[in-house]
């Protein structure tokens, strides 16, 4: 598996291709975290912006492989296998870029309340930032694995699902995503840290569920 593993992680790295869903999150920090700002709005903009881009690269790293080196790799570690080995090295790498991203908000933002009136304690702040921000990744993991190959197989239909679904699973009530980042906005009004727990529990779930489904799935549909 580890082989497995690095083999994705080469190929994600090699194709360039995560530089878009890399520069748009950058994009979106740059738009709207800026220094000085209360610090747990920040961080729940910042766990919020990394949903979809979690989903991105999930699609990429299902669709990197041409099709005969994506049948050479199933035939030789099982397209099951394979497919797990996509998708943990997408997790990996919005995970990499969201705790990146935590850190910095954390750095740049003021330890207040939304009003900047009473002091929030910085290291649970950064904490339960990491914790939203890890929900969302697996949320964002779980929709680029229902959304991509081998569930839905065809572009046109593929990425516009994506990109709703990852829209719908940051903004619904319900949503896991949505509990996290709305529970760091609530506590940066009462100055109160929330500690994510819940969420980010129902997020795994999801995306283990989503994961188990995708791979069975690869092997049933494998070229």
């Excluded at 190929?11 to 220094?35: E, K, M």
């Excluded at 760091?184 to 989503?210: D, E, H, N, Y």
Aim: hydrophobic share 55%; proline share 8%; charged share 10%.
């Amino acid at each position: 598996m580890i082989a497995l593993l690095r083999y994705q992680a080469a190929l994600l790295l090699r194709s360039q291709r995560w530089l878009p869903p890399v520069i748009l999150y950058a994009a979106f920090l740059g738009i709207g975290v800026q220094g000085g700002q209360p610090v747990l709005d920040s961080l729940g903009y910042a766990a919020a912006a990394l949903l979809p881009v979690a989903a991105w690269l999930v699609r990429i790293c299902v669709t990197v492989e041409p099709p005969a080196a994506r049948a050479c790799v199933a035939a030789a570690s099982g397209p099951g296998r394979t497919h797990l080995a996509r998708l943990l090295v997408a997790l990996t790498a919005a995970t990499a870029l969201g705790t990146a991203a935590t850190l910095l908000v954390t750095l740049i933002s003021d330890p207040t309340t939304t009003d900047h009136h009473t002091r929030v304690p910085l290291l649970p702040a950064a904490a339960a930032g990491l914790l939203a921000t890890l929900a969302c990744a697996l949320l964002g993991t779980a929709v680029g694995a229902l959304t991509n190959w081998p569930v839905l197989r065809t572009p046109g239909r593929a990425v516009p699902t994506m990109l709703l679904a990852a829209l719908l699973s940051a903004v619904a009530t319900g949503s896991p995503a949505q509990a996290a980042v709305s529970g760091l906005v609530t506590g940066s009004q009462s100055g109160k840290v929330p500690a994510p727990l819940l969420p980010l529990s129902a997020a795994t779930a999801l995306a283990a569920a989503a994961t188990a489904t995708a791979c069975t799935l690869s092997s049933r549909r494998s070229t």
